[in-house]
């Protein structure tokens, strides 16, 4: 069964650091992979889906990248701010037909003006 | 991206009552869609799969009984908390996949209180 894990469970920087957050998974025979954002009481953003076939997908000033064969993900947040703050999760659809994304625990960011 | 609505957002009700919630995709036909439990400060986690037309396929742990789901369009699927219980108490997500990208689109959640 996927497993996803998700390292380290917080994280507090001062604006304008550049910080790393990462997420492994058990079965490395995945479909894809998936970052959200999620605010305090609201729903999901998504934030990069990452093809299996892919190392890493891009957008503004996030970067997520993917190793498949190792079972790890990243994701690089360049020139935080405080409006990063947030719960940041990784998710994983595994390579069977039907299956859902399975969500890992999440990162709690704070980025301190 | 496409769109998946939930409605109730939010629903205070009293012990014993049921309750239930309605997940809609906006845009496009979901054959497949998903109902997720979040307990505060915890991640969200997967009770069950619904196929249109189908039973729906319930995770380890989760009573089928208590947690009635019905797939019975395309665009909707809906999930009732039978005689619900103050530890029923959760943020309910439901997802639905696009079959057209594969990508699964998610609603903005119910905050289900149990008194």
């Known amino acids: 069964k996927q497993e996803v894990t998700q390292i380290p469970a917080a994280l507090s920087v001062p604006e304008g650091e550049n910080l790393v957050l990462n997420c492994s998974f058990t079965?490395?025979?995945?479909?894809?992979l998936q970052w959200f954002r999620q605010d305090p009481g609201k729903g999901l953003t998504s934030l990069l889906l990452i093809q299996s076939s892919q190392r890493e997908q891009t957008s503004g000033r996030l970067n997520a990248s993917l190793d498949k064969s190792s079972g790890r993900s990243t994701l690089y947040i360049a020139a935080s701010q405080p409006g990063d703050s947030a719960t940041y999760l990784c998710a994983v659809r595994t390579n069977q037909a039907g299956t859902a994304l399975i969500f890992g625990k999440g990162t709690t960011l704070s980025v301190s003006s | 991206g496409a769109v998946v609505s939930q409605h109730p957002s939010r629903v205070i009700c009293k012990s014993g009552t049921s309750v239930k919630i309605e997940c809609r995709s906006l845009?496009?036909?979901?054959?497949?869609m998903f109902w997720y439990r979040q307990f505060p400060k915890q991640s969200l986690m997967l009770m069950a799969t619904s196929n249109e037309g189908s039973k729906a396929t319930y995770e380890q742990g989760v009573e089928k009984d208590k947690f009635l789901i019905n797939h019975a369009s395309l665009t909707l699927s809906t999930l009732t908390v039978t005689s619900a219980h103050p530890e029923d108490s959760s943020f309910y997500i439901c997802?639905?996949?696009?079959?057209?990208?594969?990508?699964?689109?998610f609603g903005p959640g119910t905050r289900l209180t149990v008194l």
């Open positions: 997802s639905a996949r696009d079959p057209r990208t594969n990508e699964q689109f």
């Open positions: 079965d490395s025979a995945i479909y894809n």
């Open positions: 845009d496009f036909q979901a054959t497949t």
